[in-house]
């Protein structure tokens, strides 16, 4: 007679041939992920009525093919080591067998999750969740499985740890559908029945799970003690690689989430030193470049970060492929280092790379939203405002499909086409878009939360911008005082309001109190982050200009040169802010009337811009405003009258010819053509409409002023 198992293995009483008996392992899959759990899913999905349930679906469906396709020849290349090619123990069969068991088991449990009913926010979790299942090439490590604890056979602890496991399995796949409350409360209730004594490797792993639960849900401090016992519970387990993992997550917490950065660096060391223990697995080591090229960031230490991302980056797709969750994460953050250090081209490729990516594997999903929101802001750096206008637009409309007009999230992206909108000169369009985000950000989130503080600082920077300092100051204060509430008073992120509050005063002429804003935010900045942090060169650029206002001229040299060397110290001779910075010492020379030096400057300037930002770049064209000044001044009009005709050009392309900015350079290059001596009657007609237009505009007191006394009485500057 025949006895039948699932996998059919004796006939007559013989074992069947080896190859047969290691065949047809996808039949464990049943119950797991078969066409009745497809069908489950694909209904919950649908249920949901949203328009990319059915698209998300099929990415999800497709991904969870192709891991049951692999555990399913893992599980059969497990069974052939033994009983075809006979080079691995019955023992470590079986430990590769439970392995698998692990991994099936927690496919179930997300495929359980997924089918359990229609859930919005899951459906925007689904396939990115399904790609994050552990890997199984982690059951193939003979070295780790056969070092770890022997598994219990006392048959109350095998049903304890059998209980703890289907737990973990339950509490990750709550983990990866963002189901957070649920699985700490998973988590929780299943370490408490546990006991006292539970088999240490499942202990290990459901410390882990707690951990990650904990640091997603936002508590932070007890994600930080939990995976620190998890760290003692993974030793005494033996199990080294998970034990690297958790001191790698450990940095990740203090460094990105907590700022904790002295704490981090301490940590450095020891995570190196548990990778080194565990073999140095690639994933593993990938992770750990990943996570410490994140506190490299966050020191500003910007050509270590990119060293060290670039490396997660090619060794984690060598190691889990370009769709992995890790890889994608990484390819972001590098792309904020290369920005950081003025590289927005190759910021702009790594993360045109990674949407491809994205839109590939997630279709629409708030993690390619999220992207294309950061493609718009490297766009903006590299002054593409209407490119960088409609990335914004369609990360928007992405996030308003999925999450809904009134999530938090998109409070984001309306803030950055508000900030957009500034850009381009378009006051009208931007303070209500600004005026959307920060009333998003206080519908959505806590009063006190940074987020709104954060709104409250881009309305402010959107009223300066408009001509209304005195409203923009109050915002600024309101702004101060909530991180002050929250953060401290000694917190980095204060400065970006000080600095802008330093700047709003000093348009309102109380440069007493601009000087004093300005000092905070740099001392504040050198406290927390270092006197050669880049973000001190921005404070000290402020107080420079307030000491051109008083005609410090050699102090505000001084302290530009300060802001260039602690630039290129911080990331290279070729950042825009070296630019900036050279710019800026030349309008000093000028107002000193200094011409060859501040004709050296700018030329300087107007390189290095032109080199990193492009030809086109407004900033390139406040370059040659200042040039054609500095001619006008010397008085060789017709050197001045070229460069005032192609930052007109520009300006007119970037904002439109009704801004401030085009007009502001009409006025100029009227200015030149007059005094060059050819159709004056003309030349005060142009500078007449481009004072009308200025104001029009809502051009600032302090900007309609030189242009009012120069046609009141036409001349040299």
Same mark, same amino acid.
């Given at each position: 007679g025949m006895s039948w198992g699932l996998g059919g293995w004796l006939v007559h009483g013989r074992d069947v041939d080896p190859e047969a008996r290691?065949?047809?392992?996808?039949?464990?899959?049943?119950?797991?992920?078969?066409?009745?759990?497809?069908?489950? $899913? *694909?209904?919950?999905?649908?249920? /949901?009525?949203?328009?990319?349930?059915?698209?998300?679906?099929?990415? /999800?469906?497709?991904?969870?093919?192709?891991?049951?396709?692999?555990?399913?020849?893992?599980?059969?290349? +497990?069974?052939?080591?033994?009983?075809?090619?006979?080079?691995?123990?019955?023992?470590?069969?079986?430990?590769?067998?439970?392995? !698998?068991?692990?991994?099936?088991?927690?496919?179930?449990?997300?495929?359980?999750?997924?089918?359990?009913?229609?859930?919005?926010?899951?459906?925007?979790?689904?396939?990115?969740?399904? !790609?994050? !299942?552990r890997p199984l090439d982690e059951c193939a490590d003979a070295t780790a499985l056969a070092g770890g604890v022997p598994r219990p056979t006392a048959p109350a602890q095998v049903a304890a740890t059998a209980r703890l496991e289907d737990a973990i399995a339950t509490g990750r796949a709550q983990l990866g559908a963002g189901q957070f409350k649920a699985g700490l409360a998973t988590m929780t209730a299943a370490l408490a029945a546990a006991g006292p004594t539970p088999h240490p490797p499942a202990h290990a792993e459901a410390l882990a799970a707690l951990a990650h639960l904990q640091?997603?849900?936002?508590?932070?401090?007890?994600?930080?003690?939990?995976?620190?016992? =998890?760290?003692?519970?993974?030793? +005494?387990?033996?199990?080294?690689?998970?034990?690297?993992?958790?001191?790698?997550? @450990?940095?990740? $917490? $203090?460094?990105?989430?907590?700022?904790?950065?002295?704490?981090?660096?301490?940590?450095?060391?020891?995570?190196?030193? %548990?990778?080194? &223990? +565990?073999?140095?697995?690639?994933? *593993?080591?990938?992770?750990?470049?990943? =996570?410490?090229?994140? @506190?490299?960031?966050?020191?500003?230490?910007?050509?270590?970060?990119?060293?060290? @991302? *670039?490396?997660? $980056?090619?060794?984690?797709? %060598? +190691? &889990?492929?370009?769709?992995?969750?890790?890889?994608?994460?990484?390819?972001?953050? !590098?792309?904020?280092? #290369?920005?950081?250090?003025?590289?927005?081209?190759?910021?702009?490729?790594?993360?045109?790379? #990674?949407?491809?990516?994205?839109r590939r594997v997630l279709g629409a999903h708030p993690h390619l939203a999220m992207a294309l929101n950061n493609r718009g802001n490297r766009l903006a750096d590299l002054g593409q405002y209407p490119q960088a206008l409609a990335t914004y637009q369609e990360s928007l409309a992405m996030k308003e499909q999925l999450l809904g007009p009134g999530h938090r999230d998109v409070a984001t992206t309306v803030g950055a086409i508000g900030t957009t909108l500034r850009r381009l000169g378009r006051h009208a369009e931007a303070l209500p878009a600004l005026e959307r985000a920060l009333a998003l950000a206080e519908a959505t989130l806590d009063p006190t939360h940074p987020g709104v503080a954060r709104a409250v600082t881009s309305l402010a920077e959107g009223l300066a911008a408009a001509g209304q300092p005195a409203r923009a100051v109050r915002l600024y204060e309101r702004a101060l005082a909530l991180l002050e509430q929250t953060r401290g008073t000694a917190h980095p992120e204060l400065a970006v309001p000080l600095i802008g509050l330093a700047q709003a005063r000093a348009d309102l002429d109380d440069t007493a109190g601009a000087r004093r804003d300005a000092t905070r935010a740099r001392a504040i900045l050198e406290a927390s982050v270092g006197p050669a942090h880049a973000d001190v060169a921005a404070a000290t650029g402020v107080l420079a200009d307030l000491l051109v206002r008083d005609g410090q001229l050699d102090l505000a040299i001084r302290a530009y040169e300060q802001v260039l060397a602690i630039t290129i110290a911080t990331s290279n001779a070729a950042h825009p802010q070296v630019g900036r910075a050279h710019h800026a010492i030349g309008r000093a020379h000028l107002v000193r009337r200094a011409w060859t030096d501040a004709r050296a400057e700018l030329d300087q300037a107007r390189t290095i811009l032109t080199a990193a930002l492009g030809p086109d770049h407004p900033e390139v064209a406040g370059c040659l405003r200042t040039l054609a000044q500095v001619e006008l001044e010397a008085g060789a009009p017709a050197i001045a009258r070229p460069l005032l005709e192609r930052a007109v050009a520009i300006l007119t392309a970037t904002f439109g010819e009704a801004s401030v900015d085009a007009a502001e350079a009409r006025f100029a290059l009227a200015q030149a053509r007059w005094l060059e001596g050819g159709d004056r009657t003309a030349a005060l007609a142009q500078a007449r409409a481009a004072r009308a237009a200025m104001t029009a505009a809502g051009a600032s007191a302090s900007k309609l002023a030189p242009s009012g006394a120069w046609l009141a009485r036409p001349g040299p500057p």
């Amino acid at each position: 007679g025949m006895s039948w198992g699932l996998g059919g293995w004796l006939v007559h009483g013989r074992d069947v041939d080896p190859e047969a008996r290691c065949g047809a392992q996808a039949a464990r899959l049943v119950g797991a992920w078969d066409p009745a759990r497809r069908d489950a $899913v *694909e209904s919950a999905f649908v249920a /949901t009525g949203k328009d990319h349930a059915a698209d998300t679906f099929t990415r /999800t469906a497709d991904h969870l093919d192709r891991y049951a396709a692999g555990w399913a020849l893992a599980r059969r290349d +497990a069974c052939r080591a033994t009983h075809v090619r006979r080079e691995q123990s019955a023992q470590l069969l079986d430990l590769r067998y439970h392995c !698998l068991d692990r991994r099936r088991a927690e496919l179930a449990a997300l495929v359980a999750v997924f089918a359990a009913g229609p859930d919005p926010d899951l459906l925007d979790r689904a396939a990115s969740a399904s !790609l994050d !299942l552990r890997p199984l090439d982690e059951c193939a490590d003979a070295t780790a499985l056969a070092g770890g604890v022997p598994r219990p056979t006392a048959p109350a602890q095998v049903a304890a740890t059998a209980r703890l496991e289907d737990a973990i399995a339950t509490g990750r796949a709550q983990l990866g559908a963002g189901q957070f409350k649920a699985g700490l409360a998973t988590m929780t209730a299943a370490l408490a029945a546990a006991g006292p004594t539970p088999h240490p490797p499942a202990h290990a792993e459901a410390l882990a799970a707690l951990a990650h639960l904990q640091n997603s849900d936002g508590d932070h401090t007890s994600a930080k003690a939990t995976a620190r016992e =998890a760290t003692r519970a993974a030793g +005494a387990a033996h199990d080294d690689r998970l034990t690297a993992s958790l001191w790698i997550f @450990l940095l990740q $917490v $203090v460094a990105n989430r907590t700022n904790e950065l002295a704490e981090a660096e301490a940590l450095v060391p020891v995570v190196e030193a %548990a990778l080194a &223990r +565990a073999g140095d697995p690639p994933a *593993e080591r990938a992770a750990k470049d990943a =996570a410490v090229g994140a @506190l490299r960031l966050a020191q500003g230490k910007y050509d270590d970060a990119v060293v060290l @991302l *670039e490396r997660a $980056v090619t060794t984690g797709v %060598a +190691a &889990r492929g370009e769709a992995h969750a890790l890889v994608m994460s990484v390819r972001n953050r !590098l792309a904020v280092a #290369l920005a950081r250090r003025g590289q927005y081209a190759d910021a702009l490729a790594q993360l045109d790379q #990674l949407i491809a990516t994205q839109r590939r594997v997630l279709g629409a999903h708030p993690h390619l939203a999220m992207a294309l929101n950061n493609r718009g802001n490297r766009l903006a750096d590299l002054g593409q405002y209407p490119q960088a206008l409609a990335t914004y637009q369609e990360s928007l409309a992405m996030k308003e499909q999925l999450l809904g007009p009134g999530h938090r999230d998109v409070a984001t992206t309306v803030g950055a086409i508000g900030t957009t909108l500034r850009r381009l000169g378009r006051h009208a369009e931007a303070l209500p878009a600004l005026e959307r985000a920060l009333a998003l950000a206080e519908a959505t989130l806590d009063p006190t939360h940074p987020g709104v503080a954060r709104a409250v600082t881009s309305l402010a920077e959107g009223l300066a911008a408009a001509g209304q300092p005195a409203r923009a100051v109050r915002l600024y204060e309101r702004a101060l005082a909530l991180l002050e509430q929250t953060r401290g008073t000694a917190h980095p992120e204060l400065a970006v309001p000080l600095i802008g509050l330093a700047q709003a005063r000093a348009d309102l002429d109380d440069t007493a109190g601009a000087r004093r804003d300005a000092t905070r935010a740099r001392a504040i900045l050198e406290a927390s982050v270092g006197p050669a942090h880049a973000d001190v060169a921005a404070a000290t650029g402020v107080l420079a200009d307030l000491l051109v206002r008083d005609g410090q001229l050699d102090l505000a040299i001084r302290a530009y040169e300060q802001v260039l060397a602690i630039t290129i110290a911080t990331s290279n001779a070729a950042h825009p802010q070296v630019g900036r910075a050279h710019h800026a010492i030349g309008r000093a020379h000028l107002v000193r009337r200094a011409w060859t030096d501040a004709r050296a400057e700018l030329d300087q300037a107007r390189t290095i811009l032109t080199a990193a930002l492009g030809p086109d770049h407004p900033e390139v064209a406040g370059c040659l405003r200042t040039l054609a000044q500095v001619e006008l001044e010397a008085g060789a009009p017709a050197i001045a009258r070229p460069l005032l005709e192609r930052a007109v050009a520009i300006l007119t392309a970037t904002f439109g010819e009704a801004s401030v900015d085009a007009a502001e350079a009409r006025f100029a290059l009227a200015q030149a053509r007059w005094l060059e001596g050819g159709d004056r009657t003309a030349a005060l007609a142009q500078a007449r409409a481009a004072r009308a237009a200025m104001t029009a505009a809502g051009a600032s007191a302090s900007k309609l002023a030189p242009s009012g006394a120069w046609l009141a009485r036409p001349g040299p500057p």
